[in-house]
């Protein structure tokens, strides 16, 4: 039995809807009053950002050596962190996977994904630093657990989502409880887990540059040392590498995953 498609018409007949429209909107109204949000410093502040912009321009790098150490340690937090909060996920993400596991492993695996979910990296960072100190080892830790977080919960879920057809099948061999994960949970959510940890390195690549303006190493710390300084020109430089180590990073990302997916078709064949 097929069930149409909501349309825009029975939307509008809805009173419910047009009521949360209308309090959605009395709210949208409210918040912008209480936090100052007018039209005439809006427009201020796009002079000033015009000012502003106007003095970054054109981009100068007047110190090489920093800003070439302040990338490649960014690139190093990314990367530690990320194969650091992977490996950490995957115990955790099968263990939250209700599918498989019993509710007293489950739900303290999910409690665990939630509780690292709930900061920003850079919250966390700040802790980090307070506890380990200054440097890369605090943007590290603060990433990695941003990033079991993350893969841990869509790990979860990918397994949830699988046929227990396959899995009851390896059971049904007298396989040990890793025979089944390995030959039937995990060649179910293989491409998928791939492009988790892809996107996931990608995001830890991002704040790797943020997590230094709270003094956990990387690229911010140089960053915030030339706003300080007032040197714009240079923030710009900083600015241009950053998004342009970005990219490079979303190229190299792209590029192993396609590698890895299509290593999973030919085995498939």
């Known amino acids: 039995m097929k069930v149409a498609a909501p349309s825009a018409r029975d939307f509008r007949r809805n009173p419910l809807t047009a009521a949360a429209w209308l309090a959605l909107a009395a709210y ?12 005439a410093r809006f427009v201020s502040g796009l002079d000033n950002g015009a000012r502003f912009i106007a003095r970054m321009l054109p981009p100068h790098i007047e110190q090489p050596d920093a800003l070439l150490t302040g990338l490649a340690e960014s690139l190093e937090i990314a990367v530690l962190a990320s194969c ?3 490996l ?7 263990a939250a996977a209700r599918n498989l596991m019993p509710a007293w492993a489950s739900w303290p695996a999910r409690a665990l994904i939630a509780l690292c979910r709930s900061f920003h990296p850079v919250i966390v960072a700040i802790l980090f630093v307070k506890a380990v100190g200054f440097g890369a080892l605090a943007g590290i ?3 990695a657990v941003g990033s079991i977080g993350f893969i841990g ?6 397994i949830e989502e699988i046929s227990l057809k396959q899995v009851e099948a390896v059971r049904a061999t007298g396989a040990p409880f890793m025979s089944l994960v390995s030959y039937g949970v995990l060649p179910q959510v293989f491409s998928r887990f791939i492009g988790f940890a892809t996107y996931q390195l990608d995001s830890n690549l991002r704040n790797s540059t ?5 003094g956990a190493g990387g690229i911010g710390g140089t960053l915030f040392a030339a706003f300080q300084r007032f040197d714009y020109d ?23 995953r396609g590698v890895f997916l299509e ?7």
């Open 210 to 214: 943020m997590v230094g303006i709270v």
């Open 141 to 143: 830790l603060s990433l």
């Open 28 to 39: 949208v109204a409210y918040a912008c009053s209480r936090l100052d949000f007018t039209w």
């Open 234 to 256: 240079f923030v710009c430089a900083i600015l241009l590498c950053i998004i342009g180590m970005i990219m490079a990073g979303e190229v190299l990302a792209a590029w192993v």
């Open 153 to 158: 919960k869509l790990f979860a879920e990918a």
């Open 84 to 86: 650091l909060g992977i």
């Open 88 to 94: 950490v996920s995957l115990p955790i993400g099968l």
């Open 263 to 269: 290593h999973g078709k030919v085995e498939e064949e």
